[in-house]
């Protein structure tokens, strides 16, 4: 009899430990999070700040070599456009979990493949999350389509530029902060994995 | 000026591979499309050089060198993000399992 104790001992006691453990990482961690939430008005502050965006490069492009086209008479766009990109950002940091975003090695060997004269130009990954790093990335590449459109005096923005600013630069970048509020809409579904 | 987007292309491939095959095959499907459009217009940007300024042409190159630092830190938060659902989703099946051992929800 009191064999048969001592063995049903032996036996749940690792048991009730490794329930134990389980309850423990369980109820310690109930979920984790790597990354900040979904938020519904910077994904909407990104598609207006986009479906804006195309329009005023068509309307530019339409007005080139006019004056109508020229950086002075639009560069109320461009404050615009940054002090909307800045909410979000204020946002993002409000809301991340993380400090910086790990994506310093690929940078590094980015920069490693490139000549030595563009290597300076890339710099370092700005501070904050990687959410807010797309959305500082947005703001500087705001400030380079104002730089050029004000370099281009009378010649305003051409029909080249299009594709240029839109499929690459402003629009790349806009497209990738937009993805990132999707993926995070969808993995808040339920049954998403 | 003719610049080679492959070579362009294959440059920026190459260095994602620093980054470990796991995390860059998830990150191919988003990323590298992405990624060819840049190369595709820093290409443009020499072929159209004669409607820019030097100072124009030299901001839609920094435009685009952004945009590049950005896919990459975008691509990084959606690994996070996949990383983040696949834990919890391990911890909601402990969970289960500590609360349909124990017979009530504990936790």
Redesign the interface.
């Given at each position: 009899m009191h064999a048969r104790r001592g063995t049903a001992l032996t036996w749940r006691q690792p048991a009730l430990l490794l329930?134990s453990f389980?309850?423990m990482?369980?109820?310690a961690?109930?979920?984790?999070?790597?990354?900040s939430a979904y938020d519904e008005q910077t994904e909407q502050g990104l598609s207006a700040l986009y479906v804006d965006t195309a329009n005023f490069v068509e309307r530019m492009i339409a007005q080139h070599g006019q004056p109508g086209g020229t950086y002075a008479a639009n560069q109320q766009f461009y404050s615009d456009a940054m002090a909307r990109v800045d909410v979000m950002i204020a946002r993002s940091e409000g809301f991340s979990v993380r400090q910086s975003?790990?994506?310093t090695?690929?940078?590094?060997?980015?920069t490693?493949?490139?000549p030595a004269d563009?290597r300076g130009?890339?710099g370092t990954?700005p501070p904050g999350?990687?959410?807010t790093?797309?959305l500082r990335?947005?703001r500087?590449?705001y400030g380079?389509?104002r730089?050029?459109h004000r370099?281009?005096?009378d010649?305003g923005i051409?029909d080249?530029?299009r594709?240029?600013?839109l499929?690459?630069?402003?629009g790349?970048?806009l497209?990738?902060?937009i993805?990132?509020q999707a993926?995070?809409h969808a993995?808040q579904q339920p049954g998403?994995? | 000026m003719a610049v080679d987007v492959g070579n362009l292309l294959q440059?920026?491939i190459?260095?994602?591979?620093?980054?470990g095959a796991d995390v860059w095959n998830k990150m191919q499907t988003?990323a590298v499309p992405?990624l060819h459009?840049?190369a595709?217009?820093?290409a443009?940007?020499a072929?159209?050089i004669t409607?820019?300024?030097p100072?124009?042409a030299k901001?839609?190159f920094?435009?685009?060198?952004?945009?590049?630092?950005?896919?990459?830190?975008?691509m990084?938060?959606?690994t996070?993000?996949a990383?983040?659902?696949?834990?919890?989703?391990i911890?909601n099946a402990?969970?289960g399992?500590?609360n349909g051992?124990?017979g009530f929800a504990?936790?």
């Open positions: 329930l389980l309850a990482l369980a109820a961690c109930t979920t984790v999070s790597l990354v975003c790990p994506s090695a690929f940078l590094s060997h980015l490693e493949a490139l563009i130009r890339v990954l999350d990687c959410q790093v797309v990335e947005l500087g590449a380079d389509m730089d050029f370099a281009q005096g010649r051409p080249s530029a594709d240029i600013i499929t690459g630069g402003v790349s970048l497209r990738t902060a993805a990132i993926a995070k993995a998403a994995r | 440059s920026m190459g260095a994602g591979e620093g980054l988003y992405e459009k840049i595709v217009q820093i443009a940007i072929d159209h409607d820019y300024t100072e124009g901001a839609l920094d435009m685009q060198v952004k945009a590049s630092v950005g896919v990459i830190a975008g990084t938060e959606m996070l993000l990383v983040q659902t696949a834990i919890n989703a911890l402990i969970r399992f500590v051992a124990i504990l936790v």
